[in-house]
């Protein structure tokens, strides 16, 4: 039987998941990845199931742009009860009930701005075949790049200073001003992203925010930890101020922070440009995911 997920399944819930999702990345940071998925943004439309017995959850939500669009934000069951038709129950409650708030198609692809994964990490063979048996096609391809945070060195700020440009963190009196630079230059939700990073980083948690300013004016803009402590991004700079090394220091500064708080790798999620953080931060290509779709 099929159940509204509720407060108290959460201990069962993350012990299922944690069991599920087995790669180091995840098993890990469960705790953050359960506890992102369920404070999205606001007004988002969500759908939060389990199975009676707790063991299997879907989490499902309508993309905040396009309200004909759903998301398969995180499917799960325990390893020990597979092949029982669990998935293939919650997945198709999720769908019927998107279906009932007028989505037309449902993805297997993060839901932006507040999302686990780009798609399903290609490590997790059962949740592919499980797609493919679903009825899903695969369309797209994302990956994550990863840091080893104690090769990092100190940023070179000289550049910046002699063009007059200042680098600092962002408080939480910046919260707004970033988020409307971000929305102005950028498209997607990192305004959204942008203020939890700055946010969560004043209450203590592994996450923050620095700037680059000239004259006041914000110039670009580096976060992490938004969506969980080991993640990197967004990044942007203004075009106008784009060759300037801005992106190369704020870079190198929220990942010092990072292996600060004591981690020992970042993860740049759903990283581009690939050769900028290659060759900047040595970064690598090292989880790889699947896109699905499925058109009603």
């Not at 359960?34 to 389990?50: A, I, K, M, Q, Y």
């Not at 499902?60 to 325990?78: E, N, Y």
């Not at 976060?223 to 969980?228: D, E």
Request: with cysteine.
């Amino acid at each position: 039987m099929i159940v509204p997920y509720a407060d108290s399944h959460l201990p069962a819930v993350t012990d299922l998941s944690r069991a599920a999702l087995d790669l180091p990345e995840d098993a890990g940071e469960i705790e953050a990845i359960l506890g992102r998925l369920l404070s999205p943004p606001p007004g988002r439309r969500t759908v939060r199931l389990v199975d009676a017995e707790a063991r299997g959850v879907v989490f499902a939500s309508v993309r905040d742009d396009d309200p004909t669009i759903g998301h398969l934000d995180l499917v799960a069951v325990h390893p020990g009860t597979r092949r029982q038709g669990i998935a293939r129950d919650l997945v198709t409650a999720a769908e019927e009930t998107l279906h009932g708030y007028g989505v037309r198609e449902v993805r297997i692809a993060g839901n932006d701005p507040s999302y686990a994964w780009p798609g399903i990490d290609v490590r997790y063979t059962p949740a592919v075949c499980a797609a493919l048996a679903l009825g899903y096609r695969q369309d797209r391809t994302g990956w994550n790049m990863t840091v080893d945070l104690a090769s990092v060195a100190a940023p070179d700020e000289a550049g910046l200073e002699a063009a007059g440009i200042t680098v600092r963190r962002a408080g939480p009196e910046d919260t707004d001003r970033v988020a409307a630079f971000a929305r102005e230059h950028f498209t997607g939700g990192w305004p959204w992203e942008l203020q939890q990073s700055i946010l969560r980083g004043a209450a203590g948690a592994v996450a923050g925010c620095h700037l680059a300013e000239r004259g006041g004016a914000i110039l670009g803009f580096a976060g992490y930890g938004a969506l969980r402590p080991t993640l990197f991004g967004p990044m942007g700079t203004m075009p106008a101020a784009r060759g300037t090394g801005i992106g190369e220091v704020l870079l190198r500064r929220c990942l010092r922070d990072q292996h600060a708080a004591g981690l020992l790798t970042a993860q740049i999620g759903w990283a581009g440009p690939i050769a900028f953080y290659a060759r900047t931060v040595g970064a690598r290509i090292e989880r790889v995911f699947l896109m699905y779709r499925k058109a009603r």
